[in-house]
């Protein structure tokens, strides 16, 4: 799943830089005529063998969550995707366990066809941040292509981070 995903930020990155009309990755007047354009090109390779349903991390690593005036807020993002033939259907994406409360999930299924993914933001938002504490949760991804996957949810905090003063705490 990891190089589905790295082509995943690499295509995403080139239609962002793409230009506009200039179409800088997407048109072969860049690439000597050769090809069909950068994207195209990279959209139709593999060297790795095709997967039913591919998921970008096996754990889902949060980083120290910011304060926003009234809560605690991070987000991270999972790829999930498929490049086999056929349609992967997401029937259910959810938390489980006992700290189900301080996660967010903004998609709750979802259709893939061949060689296309989603991007699943998950978003901890807490209004009181315990970084000693050792989170239990994980994101379960129900679909129709196998068994469901359990992508653990982790929490890497800073040991000393300071809970006492929250107002002062950087606000976006």
């Not at 799943?1 to 995403?12: F, N, S, T, Y």
């Not at 962002?16 to 860049?30: C, D, F, L």
């Not at 809560?71 to 259907?89: A, C, K, Q």
């Given at each position: 799943g ?11 990155w080139?239609?962002r830089?793409n230009?506009?009309?200039a179409?800088?990755?997407s048109n ?6 050769e090809g ?6 990279i959209k139709?390779?593999?060297?790795w063998r095709a997967?039913?349903?591919?998921v970008?991390d096996?754990?889902?690593n949060?980083?120290?969550p910011?304060?926003?005036?009234s809560m605690?807020i991070?987000?991270?993002y999972l ?6 033939s056929?349609t ?8 489980s366990a006992?700290?189900v409360?301080c996660?967010r999930?903004d ?7 061949n060689?296309?993914?989603v ?9 009181i941040?315990?970084p000693?504490?050792?989170l239990?949760?994980?994101?379960v991804?129900?679909?129709?292509a196998?068994e469901?996957?359990n992508?653990p ?9 300071d809970t006492?003063n ?6 976006f």
């Amino acid at each position: 799943g990891k190089a589905e995903h790295l082509r995943c930020l690499l295509i995403e990155w080139m239609q962002r830089m793409n230009g506009g009309t200039a179409e800088y990755y997407s048109n072969p007047i860049y690439n000597n005529h050769e090809g069909k354009g950068d994207i195209h090109e990279i959209k139709k390779r593999q060297k790795w063998r095709a997967l039913d349903a591919w998921v970008g991390d096996t754990q889902l690593n949060f980083g120290t969550p910011v304060w926003n005036g009234s809560m605690f807020i991070r987000n991270e993002y999972l790829y999930l995707g498929r490049r086999n033939s056929g349609t992967l259907r997401i029937h259910r994406i959810a938390i489980s366990a006992s700290d189900v409360d301080c996660f967010r999930v903004d998609t709750s299924s979802a259709t893939i066809e061949n060689g296309e993914y989603v991007r699943v933001k998950v978003t901890y938002i807490a209004p009181i941040h315990c970084p000693n504490k050792k989170l239990n949760a994980n994101l379960v991804i129900h679909h129709n292509a196998g068994e469901k996957i359990n992508v653990p949810l982790f929490m890497n905090c800073q040991e000393n981070f300071d809970t006492s003063n929250q107002q002062q705490a950087h606000v976006f």
